[in-house]
């Protein structure tokens, strides 16, 4: 059985001594979950570049995964206030945010630059949490083609390694809920399949992020892998509860 994948961004959400706080409240949870203890559940959490050491320091001892929020393509070079993967992967890092549509329309990355920034991650051993969504409203059918696209253009040529999809429709992200039910389930279905047919990406998993909250794991059960969190499970009490709805599933998973 696959686990149930739960992360979390911050963003530039935090002050250092607020994601510090926040840190040792995540490992005590962690540590209070038996279903993330045994790896039933996989918890990541993606706080700021600066605030990445006091992470992995607070979550020594739990298997919290620590990740990054960006990295440069390059691995070392020229490229003043940049960051890159062979650095992350020195410190301890495990996953690393590619494609986040703040990223496209804030600095204006490409597919291009996804691309570079995806095979950078992998040859690093890093597992790319891969940010995919429409920018507009649409069919599950129509959303579904342009999200495959986008996840076949981030992996063309990409070295072998482990996945996390994270479709995020870009309508959907900072609103007051997220997409439907019906068509999380019929997009992810799509990239399921797309993912599991690629050589090379075994362990891979899509997880939905977009205004993610409490209720919504439940009710997609199965049809996910889990969800990428934001502002919601900032509070650890929040995220706490999404744990605990990731560890029902994956029981019932056990049990079926």
């Not at 070392?76 to 703040?102: D, F, I, K, P, R």
Request: aromatic share 6%; net charge negative; with cysteine.
């Amino acid at each position: 059985m696959s686990p149930v994948v739960v992360g979390v961004s911050l963003k530039m959400y935090f002050g250092h001594v607020r994601a510090r706080d926040w840190f040792a409240s995540v490992a005590r949870i962690a540590r209070e979950n038996e279903s993330v203890t045994s790896g039933a559940v996989q918890l990541f959490v993606i706080p700021s570049f600066v605030s990445i050491p006091a992470a992995i320091d607070a979550l020594t001892g739990t298997p919290v995964t620590v990740g990054a929020q960006d990295l440069f393509w390059e691995d070392q070079g020229a490229y003043t206030g940049e960051v890159s993967g062979a650095e992350l992967a020195e410190l301890g890092v495990g996953v690393v945010e590619v494609g986040h549509a703040e990223r496209r329309r804030l600095f204006g990355e490409t597919d291009a630059i996804v691309a570079a920034k995806t095979a950078a991650a992998l040859r690093n051993g890093i597992a790319p949490v891969l940010c995919i969504g429409e920018t507009l409203r649409s069919e599950p059918r129509v959303a579904a083609a342009e999200v495959e696209q986008q996840l076949m253009s981030a992996l063309d040529g990409a070295p072998a390694g482990r996945v996390l999809v994270a479709y995020e429709p870009v309508w959907a992200i900072g609103a007051a809920k997220p997409a439907g039910t019906d068509h999380i389930r019929a997009v992810c279905a799509r990239l399921r399949g797309v993912i599991t047919s690629l050589d090379g990406r075994d362990g891979s998993s899509v997880i939905y992020g977009g205004s993610a909250g409490p209720g919504l794991l439940t009710a997609l059960g199965s049809d996910v892998d889990g969800l990428f969190l934001g502002r919601f499970a900032h509070d650890p009490a929040a995220l706490a509860s999404v744990l605990t709805e990731a560890s029902v599933l994956a029981r019932s998973a056990v049990r079926a």
